[in-house]
């Protein structure tokens, strides 16, 4: 029988771990009824704000508000570090798969992978076999889900390397923590996760043709208000200080794509879309 992993106590063994000491100690003091009503008050901030998410299919509730916990989950500085590494490994393995896969085709023809597996995929396009993205970067922007299998063991559920969503109520939730718990961050050397919004958007302005001089304009691309994830996309566009857009906003001339604007067309340099493939083109994809 297989049992989960006990975050603050480790294997069972009823020994606090290191990371978690200085936290079981001020929970082991805290008022009975002050977790209760911290959740309390995270829950009506969050439904002032608006910030849910929705349900598809889910008739009696069309938006939720975002899950959160009062305690927190830590990941020690040597703990991350190794993470970190991993991370960076995998996604530039994947984005080498991508260049092979839409490119020569090394892997097939090695029979390291079988090409039913691929060529037979509904996420594999052929509309972009010999295409190649400026920088050779297919994945700009990833979203890997981690388990915990052990004291030094994570698996990998899945990565999403197409419209990863969920960025922005981590944000929100960091912010929560920081109102509602100041002296537990007094007590912790936590590191800032605030600046994802200006990392994000040094990586689309890498993006840009070269062309785009020193400020290229950026343009979130949504597929509206009743999209699942819209709560995200204007927080993003908002965070990142460029529009959000709809498809209607957009269009091309002479291979380039122009935004509508009250002052007339404005060219567009580099579009974050949150739109999945399909949607993408009504030509190419899905009418």
């Known amino acids: 029988m297989t049992r989960a992993f006990d975050e603050m106590n480790g294997g069972g063994s009823g020994a606090i771990r290191d990371s978690y000491k200085t936290l079981a100690a001020w929970l082991e003091n805290a008022p009975p009824d002050l977790l209760q009503a911290r959740s309390r008050q995270a829950e009506l901030f969050f439904r002032r704000m608006g910030v849910t998410f929705a349900v598809y299919g889910d008739e009696e509730s069309n938006e939720r508000l975002i899950p959160f916990d009062v305690v927190p989950r830590i990941i020690g500085a040597d703990e991350w570090g190794g993470l970190e590494k991993g991370l960076k490994q995998r996604v530039t393995a994947i984005n080498a798969f991508l260049k092979d896969i839409y490119g020569p085709q090394d892997c097939i023809r090695a029979g390291i992978v079988p090409a039913d597996l691929i060529l037979t995929n509904p996420h594999y396009r052929p509309e972009m076999q010999g295409r190649r993205p400026p920088g050779d970067v297919w994945c700009h ?19 999403n390397v ?35 919004t200006d990392m994000l958007l040094r990586s689309l302005q890498a993006s840009a043709p070269s062309g785009a001089g020193e400020d290229p304009t950026i343009v979130v691309l949504t597929p509206g208000p009743f999209n699942s994830a819209y709560y995200e ?13 709809e498809g209607g906003d957009l269009f091309v001339n002479d291979d380039t794509v122009y935004m509508r604007t009250t002052e007339g067309p404005k060219r567009v340099d580099v579009i974050y879309r949150r739109i999945d493939d399909d949607f993408i083109d009504p030509l190419t994809f899905m009418p």
């Open 233 to 245: 996309h204007s927080f993003l566009a908002d965070k990142l200080g460029v529009e959000l857009v």
């Open 141 to 159: 922007i990833a979203g890997v889900d981690l388990v915990r299998t052990g004291e030094d063991g994570f698996y990998v559920l899945e990565d």
């Open 162 to 196: 197409r419209t990863p969503s969920g960025v922005s109520y981590m944000l929100e939730n960091r912010e929560m923590m920081m109102r509602l718990f100041p002296d537990l961050f007094a007590e912790h050397a936590v590191r800032p996760v605030e600046i994802y």
